[in-house]
């Protein structure tokens, strides 16, 4: 972990000059190779789904479905304990997004003028759960649960089997609590142009959900051509954390590398002012790597990590503002206030006994959440992702004369005649 | 107005297969173009803007920021009648959409694990409003009265000059309402490159809004690669119209000019179970048609509308749902109770009172909304659209003790032993 010294420099330069530019991924042959699988699922369906598991999976899979008795098997396989931490997790989660189910009324704008909004389930979506380097049944809570409480009325979930041509019994643990029932053995571009197309066994759907590698990231921007959405756009993970002086140098970097631990690509940065607090926290990297089963992993994300000098608290806001972390933890004295400070981040984890790990399981927030610097455009996962909002005007003879004769000057002044008599039309016939 | 039988055929087959597909507009080179315009804007800056909208707009303009006398001189320019035209529509547009500000308390999830998400808004945001064949001032209170209700630090507007290097002043008349100062006067894809990449004048924005033709559509596509992100994906705008015995046929057919008016690629679409209903709007059209000033237009769009025979109600939410269509008006009797059947559509206009230049005007709802069958997955815009959520969490040690086991049960079961002892580590040392 390289240690920057920008005090007073905050704020004067870009990320990229700073030396905290996020890393741009060439993307070579990307595009290329996944719109051939796109195409070839397009036009041959199950099949050449199967012909891909085959060829980069290699597995072969006979059946791209789960069965039920497959899903019974499962449920025996996984742990009463394990189980107990799924329903606690997604207790949490369900209660957190409950709440974010909207509920607007009528506005009457003018008398006559009645408008609203309904938030309406998006019919049918599709969730990919990756599962490759770990089966990430915390993916599918965090997609799963909200589409649920939105009321999705078709969720498709696409998840790669195993080398046996197995999904991971967690996932279909989880996947039979939400209630989530079409599931199929499938992974990479060839999952997301499944859900994208449809096929024999596949339903198509509207919106596209879920992490993955870069072929799925690739796939997931390239059916976005063909009129699918897509939750958001994928970047590796990211942590910023915030220590002042008694944040305890364990615990963050425990914190640090719980998210080096992702990928080797995972961003890791250490934000503080006293260069002392980040010696310790290098110091127990160190020490709590050894042990690490995932230190090869880590070791390259932290490698590429920086240890950021700042000033003070407020050269540190305008750096977390600057970078807009998916994930921060505010590590100090003052977290409280801090945190209102924070204009452009994920999620934010505040004090000493808040780390990302519990947000990525079982506070009840969402884990799904905006990379690459997003974060100040876009939200995480949440019920609104599910949904998508009609609004509706229902206007009376006397609310038409009161909005009319505005909408008649607006109409004419844009050169819009026809709009003008539509009202015109309306407010003669019965004037 | 082609007539198409569908009776007992909704649902069977596809939009397609039963003459109601979208038009494929093929790009042509137009990517190549746009990419041109991004790149020189973004390396050449404010003289590049300059010198496009030389070449493309045929206007010499020497400063691209409208000054504050231009606005003051604007406001002498628009009539009184106008001026409270526009103040009565920007008030129904403020009472509607400050109704969509999202106040969610704190859940606690657990004894002392606390969660909440704070609707934050996005600091920098950028406009396009155009101009060519009208200056649609309507669309910009359509997207400034969200952005300004939001809180929206930079607003930033772009909207190309007329001939004498000037813009309408009705627009600038609106920008001075809503309380926007940022104005520049330029449009295309250039006007999108100088707001998503910034130049001497203009700054850049995170998130670009607003309708606009095939090369800002494009360039907005093209700039989300560099991370900006955009209101929505564009289409020809759409009107579906479902009318039954009792639907007066000159508002119909009014309703059907005001959509088709807009662009020879605009959509319309009549739906009805009797073919004498259709008939007489048919017979209206024509009749309305002759005195229209874009008659030409309207002709062009109506040459290549449908009137679609159908069954029965039933039948006619199927087809409305299947469509997804971006305005939809119910002129029937029971259009409440239909109303409520829909699940795919921009904007629903109940009733005979309710015209959809109603909607695109003053009755509070937004205009901008979805096209091209995105109404399946997208929303129109709203106050949402201007804001990102950030979630929260604050856990006590006794919560990180409520949740602590089942976090690491999970991370262990993933695989992911980092994460599991960012929770051991804390609760070891205080345990």
């Known amino acids: ?49 199967r012909a891909f598991t085959q060829l980069l999976d290699g597995v072969k899979v006979k059946k791209l479905a789960v069965t039920e008795k497959e899903i019974q098997e499962a449920d025996k396989l996984v742990s009463e304990e394990l189980k107990n931490a799924i329903r606690l997790a997604a207790s949490n989660i369900r209660k957190f997004h409950e709440a974010q189910v909207n509920r607007t009324g009528i506005i009457e704008t003018m008398p006559g003028v009645e408008c609203w909004s309904r938030s309406i389930p998006i019919e049918r979506v599709g969730l990919y759960i990756p599962a490759g380097s770990a089966p990430l049944f915390s993916s599918l809570l965090m997609l799963g649960i909200p589409a649920a409480i939105a009321g999705c009325e078709q969720i498709v ?10 999904v991971h019994p967690a996932i279909l643990f989880s996947a039979a609590l939400i209630g989530i029932t079409k599931i199929f053995k499938c992974g990479g571009a060839q999952a997301i142009a499944g859900m994208a197309y449809g096929t024999e066994s596949i339903s198509r759907v509207y919106k596209i959900f879920g992490p993955g590698n870069r072929f799925v990231t690739m796939a997931k921007q390239l059916v976005q051509k063909d009129g699918i959405s897509i939750d958001m756009p994928a ?23 719980s998210q080096a631990e992702h990928g080797a690509d995972s961003q890791v940065i250490l934000v503080g002012s006293r260069e002392s607090v980040v010696r310790s926290v290098r110091l127990e990297l160190d020490k709590q790597l050894e042990s690490l089963p995932r230190k090869e992993i880590a070791e390259k994300s932290l490698a590429n990590s920086k240890a950021v000098l700042i000033e003070d608290e407020t050269e540190a806001i305008k750096l977390i503002n600057a970078y807009a972390p998916e994930h921060l933890i505010l590590n100090c004295i003052n977290a409280d206030a801090l945190a209102t400070k924070v204009i452009n981040a994920g999620s934010v ?72 008599r539509a009202v015109e039309y309306r407010l003669k016939n019965k004037g």
Chains 1, 2 share one sequence.
Do not use: W
């Open 1 to 49: 972990m390289q240690i920057l010294d920008l005090k007073n420099k905050i704020g004067k330069s870009s990320l990229e000059e700073l030396g905290l530019g996020r890393p741009v991924i060439d993307e070579g042959d990307l595009e290329k190779s996944v719109t051939k699988i796109l195409k070839k699922v397009k036009t041959k369906g199950d099949s050449a789904i």
């Open 157 to 166: 979930l696409c998840t790669p089997p195993d080398k046996e041509g197995r």
């Open 235 to 257: 970047g590796p993970t990211e942590l910023l954390v915030y220590a002042d002086d008694e944040a305890d140098p364990v615990f963050v970097a425990a914190d640090l590398l």
């Open 349 to 420: 984890f505040i004090g000493n006994y808040s780390p990302e790990s519990a947000g990525d399981y079982a506070s009840g927030t969402n884990h799904v959440l905006p990379t690459n610097g997003y974060a100040k455009s876009y939200s995480g996962v949440s019920v609104d992702s599910f949904v998508k909002k009609i609004s509706y005007q229902k206007i009376t003879e006397e609310g038409l004369k009161n909005i009319g004769p505005a909408i008649e000057l607006m109409a004419a002044a844009e050169g819009l005649e026809g709009h003008k």
